[in-house]
C-alpha cells in the first residue's frame, strides 16, 4: 500500500461446524469481497474451516480430510490477488495433529503456523485433540503432492516492501507470560495476526482490549486479533466476533460483540519502523539468536490509496471526556513541574508578562495552581500588561480583567515612549515598520519582566509554545527567553483546549473573560491596529494556519513522515476546509521555517515536558542550526 500503509481486515465468517465445505465456500466470497475493497491482509478465526467446536471430531479423518479440501478451495480462491490470508484448521504432519493457522496468497499455501500453547483448563480441553506447535521446521502433505513449511518461527515478507514481515500467533498464544509474538517482534516482524476462538464471559471483552494493546504497545507493532462469532456451537460457550486492530498500543478499530461485520483499519507500517528505528531499547535480538526463522516471501503489499481514519487535530483527544481528563493531566504536570522549580529555587514571587493572549493566559493559569499547590499566595504573582504600538483595546481590557479575576498584583508598564527614546539611540525611523520596530518592543518587554523578577526576588515564567518554537516565531532573546518555560512542550491547538478546559472548569466570570480570549485573532500586536482600533497583524495570514502547522508538525516529529505522506494525510484530513494548493503552501513554509529557526530552539530556557512531542534541545531534539532543509524542500515543492 502506498505511502507505507497496510490495509487489513479481520473477519468471522458465517460457518456450519464440523462442515468444512460451507465454510470454504463463505471465506472464499469474502476473500473476493475483501479484495474489491482493497484489503492486502486478510484474516479469519482460529479453526474457521471446521469450526473451533467440533470437540472430538478433531479425532474423525472424514473432518480432517474435509478441512484440506476446504483449503484448496480457500487457496485457490486467493489466486491473482494481491492479498496475504490467514485462516485457521487443523493440519496433521509427521502423524500428529496441530491447530494451525495457514497463510495464503496468489494460489498458494504459503506456511502453517501451528499454535503454541494449548489451554486445557475450565471450558477448553485443545490438549485432548491437538499437540504443541514447535520451532523445528516440518513439512505438511496437503494434496497431489503439494507440501507447506510447519513451524511456530514463519515470517512472511512483502515483496515490494522487504521490511514489512507478519507473523502468527493463535488465540491463547497470548495470554501467557511469554507470547510467541514477543520473539517474532524482536526477529523482525512488524505486523502480527491472532486467529482466536475466545468466548464471552463477563469482564473478558475489556480485559481482552487491555491485554493486546499492551501486547502491540511494547513489542511496537500492528496487531491483528480475530476471534471466532455467533456460528459456533453454544453447548458450553458463546463467541462474540470481538476483533480488534491495534497500532503500537492504539486502537485502529474494533467491532463490538454479537455484531457481524468487518473490522477494518490502514496500518502505518512506515510509522511502526520509523518508531523502532527512534526506540534504542527495540530490538535486542539476544533472546531469538539461536533461533531460525524461516522468511517467506510474497506478492501482497500493492499499490492502492490508503484512506486511513486521520485526525486534523493529533495533539487534542477527539472524545469530550478524553479531551477534559487530558486537559487536567497536563495542567496539573505544568503546575507541579513550576511548583517544583519554585521549592528548589526559593523564589519569592513568579513575573508573568500578560497580553491577553492565548499563551499568557495559559500561563497566568497554569501559575495560579503552581501557587495554590504551594500554598502561597496569588498576590505574590506579578502580572503585567505591558500596551505597546499593537495593543488593542481588546485585549489590554481582557488583561486587566483576567489579572483581576485570577487575584493576582497586576501592573501597566507602557512601553512606547521608551521604546521611540530607543528607536532615537539606534537611528531607527519608527515610521518604518520592519523587523527593528517589532523586535525592539518584544525585547524591552522581556527587559522589563526580567528587571521586575531581579527586584522581587521572582522568576519570569516563560509563556511561548511548542508551535511557535517550532516556527521560530519569537523574537530571539526577547518572548524566546524566560527563566522557566511552563508552555515550551504544548502546541497552539493543545493551548487553546486546555484554556477552554479552565474556563468551563472556572465557571462565572473567569469563563466569560477566557472565552472572549478565546475568541480573540492571534496576533503578537507589534504593528498598529487598523483604522477601528483592531488587531491588524493576524499571525495565522503571515505563518499559516496552526492548526495545519501543528499537523504537520506532529507527522514530522512523532510519525517520521515524508513530505509526500504528510501531504497526502494532510489532504485527507483537512478535505472539507482547505484546497490543495493551500495545504502545499504552508507544507513548504513549515519545513523552511523550521530548519532555518533551530538556532532559537538551541539556547530556550528550561521547561516541562508535557506529551511524546518536544523541541527541547537538552532533551528530545538535537539539530545542528546549519542543516540543510534541501531533501524535505525539494520533495515539498514537487508535489
Known amino acids: 500500500m502506498k ?54 471430531l478433531f479425532l474423525q479423518q472424514t473432518l480432517l ?3 484440506m479440501q476446504a483449503l484448496r478451495t480457500v487457496t485457490e480462491a486467493t489466486a491473482g490477488k494481491k492479498m496475504l490470508v490467514f485462516v485457521g484448521l487443523p493440519v496433521v504432519c509427521d502423524g500428529k495433529l496441530y491447530n494451525c493457522a495457514a497463510a495464503l496468497s496468489d494460489g498458494a499455501v504459503l ?152 473490522c477494518t483499519a490502514d496500518l502505518d507500517v512506515g510509522f511502526l519502523l520509523a518508531e523502532r528505528r527512534r526506540l534504542n531499547t527495540f530490538g535486542d535480538r539476544s533472546a531469538t539468536e539461536e533461533a531460525e526463522y ?45 511548583a517544583k522549580r519554585f521549592a528548589h529555587t526559593h523564589a519569592k514571587t513568579a513575573v508573568i508578562g500578560i497580553s491577553g493572549g492565548l499563551d499568557s493566559t495559559l500561563a497566568l493559569l497554569v ?36 489579572m483581576k479575576a485570577m487575584g493576582v498584583s497586576a501592573r501597566t508598564v507602557r512601553i512606547t515612549n521608551t521604546v521611540l527614546r530607543h528607536f532615537k539611540d539606534i537611528g531607527h525611523d519608527p515610521a518604518v515598520l520592519n523587523a527593528a520596530y517589532e523586535n525592539a518592543q518584544a525585547r524591552y518587554r522581556t527587559m522589563i519582566l526580567m528587571d521586575i523578577a531581579n527586584e522581587t526576588g521572582g522568576l519570569v515564567i516563560g509563556t511561548g509554545d511548542l508551535s511557535e518554537l517550532a516556527l ?5 532573546n526577547g518572548d524566546h527567553m524566560s527563566m522557566y518555560a511552563v508552555n515550551c512542550s504544548v502546541p497552539k491547538t493543545l493551548v487553546k483546549h486546555l484554556v477552554r478546559a479552565e474556563a468551563a472548569r472556572l465557571g462565572g466570570r473567569t469563563a466569560k473573560i477566557l472565552e472572549d480570549i478565546l475568541a480573540t485573532e492571534i496576533s503578537p500586536e507589534l504593528l498598529p491596529p487598523d483604522a477601528s482600533g483592531n488587531i491588524a497583524q493576524k499571525t495565522e495570514d503571515i505563518i499559516g494556519p496552526y492548526e495545519l502547522h501543528d499537523f504537520y508538525l506532529y507527522r514530522f516529529l512523532r510519525r517520521g513522515d515524508a513530505p509526500a505522506k504528510t501531504f497526502y494525510l494532510a489532504q485527507l484530513a483537512f478535505a472539507e476546509k482547505y484546497d490543495r494548493e493551500t495545504l502545499k503552501k504552508w507544507l513548504v513554509n513549515f519545513y523552511r ?13 528550561d521547561g516541562v515536558k508535557v506529551g511524546s512531542v518536544s523541541l527541547s534541545p537538552r532533551a528530545d531534539w538535537r539539530m545542528p542550526s546549519d542543516a540543510s532543509a534541501s531533501l524535505w524542500l525539494d520533495e515539498a515543492e514537487k508535489l
Request: charged share 20%; hydrophobic share 40%.
Open 111 to 262: 506456511g502453517l503456523v501451528p499454535k503454541t500453547n494449548l489451554p486445557n483448563y475450565n471450558e477448553f480441553y485443545e490438549a485432548r485433540h491437538f499437540v504443541r506447535g514447535s520451532r523445528e521446521l516440518s513439512f505438511a502433505e496437503l494434496w497431489d503432492g503439494v507440501r507447506a513449511p510447519l513451524s511456530t518461527d514463519l515470517l512472511f515478507r512483502a515483496k515490494s516492501y522487504s521490511q514489512l514481515l507478519i507473523a502468527c500467533e493463535i488465540c491463547e498464544d497470548v495470554w501467557v507470560a511469554d507470547p510467541p509474538s514477543s520473539r517474532h517482534t524482536q526477529a523482525g516482524a512488524s505486523v502480527i495476526v491472532n486467529l482466536s476462538a475466545s468466548n464471552e464471559t463477563i469482564g473478558k471483552r475489556e480485559y481482552r482490549r487491555t491485554l493486546l494493546a499492551a501486547q502491540s504497545g511494547r513489542n511496537v507493532c500492528g496487531y491483528v486479533y480475530c476471534d471466532a462469532g455467533m456460528s459456533e456451537s453454544t453447548s458450553d460457550m458463546v463467541f462474540a466476533g470481538n476483533h480488534f486492530l491495534f497500532e503500537n498500543g492504539a486502537l485502529l478499530a474494533e467491532t463490538p460483540p454479537f455484531a457481524s461485520g468487518v
Open 472 to 476: 521560530g516565531w519569537c523574537t530571539y
Open 367 to 402: 501559575t495560579a495552581r503552581a501557587f495554590d499547590l504551594l500554598k502561597k499566595d496569588r498576590t505574590d504573582i506579578i502580572a503585567c500588561t505591558m500596551p505597546g504600538f499593537g495593543t488593542t483595546g481588546r485585549t489590554k481590557g481582557n488583561s486587566l480583567a483576567l
Open 65 to 67: 480430510s474435509g478441512c
Open 3 to 56: 505511502y507505507g500503509f497496510l490495509r487489513t481486515a479481520a473477519v468471522s465468517p458465517d460457518l456450519k461446524v464440523a462442515d468444512p465445505e460451507y465454510n470454504a465456500r463463505q471465506i472464499a466470497e469474502i476473500i473476493g469481497a475483501q479484495e474489491e475493497a482493497g484489503t492486502e491482509l486478510l484474516v479469519f478465526p482460529e479453526l474457521a474451516l471446521s469450526g473451533y467446536t467440533c470437540g472430538d
Open 294 to 338: 524461516c522468511v517467506l516471501d510474497a506478492d501482497f503489499f500493492g499499490d492502492g490509496m490508503p484512506v486511513p481514519k486521520i485526525s486534523s487535530a493529533p495533539f487534542v483527544p477527539e472524545e469530550e471526556g478524553a479531551r477534559t481528563e487530558r486537559a487536567e493531566l497536563i495542567l496539573n504536570m505544568q503546575a507541579h513541574a513550576l
Open 593 to 605: 521555517r523550521f530548519f532555518s529557526q533551530q538556532f532559537k530552539r538551541n539556547c530556550v530556557p
